[in-house]
């Protein structure tokens, strides 16, 4: 029979010589064709947990089962089973993109006769069927991305690691591997484990997500329901004069719980208020600001809610917002 693409982890602890525990004696469970988010800042264990379950980190104690297989007594098989792209795709700068995958595929062995077929069909799936014979020092972050997301789909996976696959790419580049991402769960039933630091990616894209800090899970569930938890909403103020930050978020205070927010003034409101109480308040008080506005509870508020801090993918997320057309 063959074993569920699946994954479970029990009592999972990662720690280094004369170092924090990476991974602090976390849980999880990922379904056959699940999209998993595991979401987190920098350092907190996510590349960690990464490379345990994918068998380039031995586990200082605890369990992992990777397809049904035991990540230390079965690394083999695991290996077998899995498709890895990393943080830092591993490409010949001299070498093309069509290079790259036929010898992907010697690696994993697939047969002769059906390297040359397996490489086009993946540049063609990846969009990069017009690049293929160019050398990849000349290709854009993006691209080297989704050629990294070809490799790692070479001998057909079921279950697919992907660790910040889109860390530094423009939004349009973005866009795109969260389509392809998207299409193989859907089509090919492919189980997905997708480390982020992008609240956008891991709310469009993973039906469950694993909030990570300083090695620990501290909340887990889909994104709605992990938003639901939150419940109130912000409202969050820009002042006319940054010097009068200090006195609108004591005024705000009045009003909720204050958020540590570094491009606005925000509070998470109390229940019963809303936007109409707040408005009401600003132009009696002759508060000078900007702009004000209510916002649902994001990702964001659930991470800031969880950990006492924001994400640093959730400020690079707004900013590439702003830049664009």
């Known amino acids: 029979m063959e074993p569920a693409n699946g994954i479970?982890?029990?009592?999972?602890?990662?720690?280094?010589?004369k170092g924090p525990r990476a991974v602090d004696g976390i849980n999880l469970s990922v379904a056959p064709g699940e999209i998993y988010g595991f979401l987190g800042p920098n350092g907190a264990g996510k590349s960690t947990t990464v490379h345990v379950l994918t068998t380039l980190l031995p586990p200082t104690a605890g369990t992992a089962r990777v397809g049904s297989y035991d990540v230390v007594k079965d690394g083999p098989k695991v290996r077998s089973l899995i498709g890895v792209a990393l943080q830092e795709a591993a490409l010949d700068p001299l070498?093309?993109?069509?290079?790259?995958?036929?010898?992907?595929?010697?690696?994993?062995?697939?047969?002769?006769?059906?390297?040359?077929?397996?490489?086009?069909?993946?540049l063609h799936r990846v969009g990069l069927a017009e690049a293929a014979d160019r050398k990849v020092q000349g290709y854009s972050g993006g691209m080297k991305r989704r050629l990294d997301l070809a490799l790692a789909l070479v001998h057909g996976p079921r279950i697919l690691f992907l660790d910040e696959p889109t860390t530094g790419l423009d939004p349009q580049s973005?866009?795109?591997?969260?389509?392809?991402?998207?299409?193989?769960r859907r089509?090919?039933?492919?189980?997905?484990?997708l480390t982020t630091q992008?609240?956008?990616?891991?709310?469009?894209l993973a039906d469950r997500v694993g909030i990570i800090d300083r090695g620990k899970i501290v909340a887990e569930?889909?994104?709605?329901?992990?938003?639901?938890?939150?419940g109130r909403p912000s409202v969050?103020?820009?002042?006319?004069?940054?010097?009068?930050?200090?006195?609108?978020?004591?005024?705000?205070?009045?009003?909720?719980?204050?958020?540590?927010?570094?491009r606005d003034v925000a509070v998470r409101l109390r229940e019963g208020l809303g936007l109409t109480d707040i408005v009401r308040a600003v132009d009696q008080n002759g508060i000078d600001?900007?702009?004000l506005e209510l916002r649902a509870p994001t990702l964001d508020d659930v991470f800031l809610a969880k950990t006492g801090r924001t994400l640093e993918g959730a400020a690079e997320q707004a900013e590439s917002e702003q830049d664009r057309p």
Do not use: C, M
């Open 187 to 193: 089509e090919d039933r492919v189980t997905v484990f």
């Open 174 to 184: 973005r866009t795109a591997l969260w389509e392809e991402v998207s299409l193989l």
């Open 95 to 122: 070498l093309t993109g069509r290079d790259h995958l036929r010898l992907q595929a010697t690696l994993q062995g697939v047969r002769k006769d059906q390297r040359a077929s397996r490489a086009e069909e993946l």
């Open 8 to 17: 479970e982890v029990e009592g999972l602890v990662r720690e280094y010589r």
């Open 289 to 291: 600001i900007v702009d």
């Open 236 to 262: 969050h103020a820009i002042p006319r004069n940054d010097a009068d930050r200090p006195a609108i978020g004591e005024f705000l205070s009045r009003f909720g719980e204050p958020l540590d927010t570094t």
């Open 221 to 230: 569930g889909t994104p709605a329901d992990l938003k639901a938890e939150i």
């Open 198 to 204: 992008y609240l956008e990616e891991a709310d469009v």
